[in-house]
């Protein structure tokens, strides 16, 4: 697929992912604008956004040798935390973009998610009851996520490495531990992280997301202002639309991801814009 396809399948896929995290399902709705927090509707839904969340920011890789799907490039062996999340393929739409003639607003968003994710912190008194343990542990936003995401959704066979991480993260706090007993870390880990940590940085998670998803509605207003356009027949109870493809847009694949892409534009996002109190954002 050329450059131009790629765009319009990496920003639907973006929005498609935001969409299945910060919706009203998911979290309790409110009208409100700012200062806010946004709670979760259940237990359920905050496990579910953390399991997305880290769908989010995995990396796409390629396996049994095969290249990337759909043209797509992997990220360098070199590359910094964030690019081994979908945010690397937003970064490649804000540095060549083919839909609009420029991404800041959708650059700033996505570079303040990042930046975010690659802090770290200490959080004191870390509960290990299984093995006796209690450590300070030092870990980035980013990494407590994805083993979050992971125990969330694998099971204990599936997780060997999050529990060398979690074992390399006991280590460098001075308690040396053997892999049985990392494995045996695993629910009080998690436990910690996603039931105290996720679950106070979440309305923050939530508010860049959202941000990004708004940036991309702005980013394709004036694509969408271009290609709509009322077919013969169009009434209001009869809407018959349809959307110019942008030149080099051919791929079957590509046209139905601008399609949908186009009609998430006529939709606009789900959720106003809004912005957390800081009191969720100054710990950890």
């Not at 739409?93 to 650059?107: F, G, I, M, R, Y």
Request: net charge negative; proline share 5%.
């Amino acid at each position: 697929m050329n450059e131009i396809e790629q765009e319009c399948i990496i920003l639907n896929s973006a929005w498609k992912m935001i969409d299945g995290m910060v919706n009203w399902a998911m979290f309790v709705k409110h009208g409100h604008v700012e200062p806010t927090d946004m709670m979760f509707q259940t237990s359920h839904c905050s496990e579910l956004f953390i399991i997305r969340l880290g769908d989010f920011l995995s990396q796409l890789r390629a396996f049994n040798g095969r290249p990337v799907p759909l043209g797509l490039q992997a990220a360098p062996s070199n590359a910094r935390p964030s690019d081994l999340t979908f945010l690397y393929y937003l970064r490649q739409v804000c540095a060549k973009p083919h839909l609009a003639p420029e991404a800041s607003n959708l650059s700033t968003h996505t570079e303040a998610f990042a930046t975010w994710l690659e802090g770290d912190f200490v959080t004191q008194g870390v509960n290990l009851s299984a093995i006796n343990v209690v450590a300070d542990l030092r870990v980035t936003r980013y990494r407590y996520l994805k083993i979050c995401g992971d125990i969330a959704k694998h099971n204990l066979a599936r997780l060997e490495t999050n529990v060398r991480y979690i074992q390399n993260l006991l280590q460098a706090s001075g308690h040396p531990v053997g892999e049985q007993e990392a494995y045996l870390t695993v629910a009080d880990f998690y436990e910690w992280f996603q039931r105290k940590i996720f679950i106070y940085h979440s309305s923050q998670i939530a508010e860049f997301l959202n941000n990004i998803r708004w940036a991309i509605f702005e980013f394709l207003q004036p694509e969408f202002d271009r290609s709509y356009h009322q077919k013969e027949g169009y009434s209001l109870s009869t809407p018959l639309y349809g959307y110019h493809y942008p030149d080099g847009c051919n791929e079957p694949l590509a046209c139905a991801m601008y399609w949908d892409l186009m009609n998430r534009v006529r939709g606009r996002p789900w959720l106003h814009r809004f912005i957390v109190s800081d009191s969720f954002k100054a710990l950890y």
